[in-house]
């Protein structure tokens, strides 16, 4: 074998029908690390691809008369070493090269590092994804909580903790918004109504203040089922309350507190009667929110002057 061809950069071969050596170059030995020639290709492959050699590469060849790029492993000292390998027949002879591909497998192993890399990457970056909208999720619930909370504190701030009704900072915030309203249009006229219960001292001393409360908590109930959207009633007191009529018919206002009075003393209490003495006016140009409360109190005071249980217009 002449100089170039043994120092071919890839490894050559001449193999007879009984699939024994007849030549190498010097890079085929240096691939298998021999220093001789092997007598048999079965001596340099490993038992898989022996069999595969024998099931798949002679019937080919015989056919064929040529295989290309075939893959075995060659037993090389203590490791298999992947090849490619090229094989035609020519004078009753074969000839044959081989290319290690360690350099694939490297490559290949390098894809698989990689894949797993990029796998085990996209489960955290997933872990992650899912913990963030845990995250996201207890932020919003927390942010509902706090708006909850929030609510519940203004309603604290707004109603009265024992009648639930609205409380006397609510009332007079908007006994001067209705003033306003009406100073700028007359047709947003209102009235106002107050009134308190009637002998509710007595009831106290008599029945005891758990009784008297719950006369607080029934009056109540029966002013927001009586009175409603857009009129606003408030307790601002102890037994006293108002109501603010958002409806510029006086008259209409004088009868809705009539109408009123009578339903509560009409009702049925748990063996105490119950009245109440009322007053009521309405805005006039110029009104300050003194003097609408001012004679809607003088009102109610002469109500119960003139006996008790009844309406008293100014």
Known sequence: MDEQMDLLPCGYFVLTSEWEFVEM??????ILRLDKMPRHM???????????FQTYFVPSISMHQEIREMYLNFKVVNRTLPVLMNVSKRNGLYEGIVVPITVRDEYENQLLKS?????????QTDEAYNKLLGLLEEVEYKQQQL????????????????????????FRRNLDAAINRAELFMTRSFSLLMFDIDHFKTVNDTHGHLVGDDVLREVARKLEYKIYSPHLVARI???????????????????????????IEKSEWNSIGITVSMGITNFRKG??????YGRADDAQYASKRNGRNCLTRI
């Open 25 to 30: 170059n010097k890079t085929m030995r240096e």
């Open 287 to 292: 009104d300050q929110s003194s003097h609408i």
């Open 237 to 263: 007191g102890g037994e006293e309350f108002a109501v603010l009529f958002d409806d510029p018919n006086h008259q209409k206002n004088c009868e809705r507190a009539e109408e009123l009075r009578c339903y």
């Open 115 to 123: 894949k797993k890399e990029a796998e085990k990457i996209q489960q």
């Open 147 to 170: 708006q909850d909370l929030n609510g519940e504190l203004q309603e604290l701030a707004t109603r009265d903790e024992l009648t639930g009704l609205y409380n006397r900072r609510v």
């Open 42 to 52: 079965h001596d340099v492959l490993t038992v898989p691809s022996k069999v595969y």
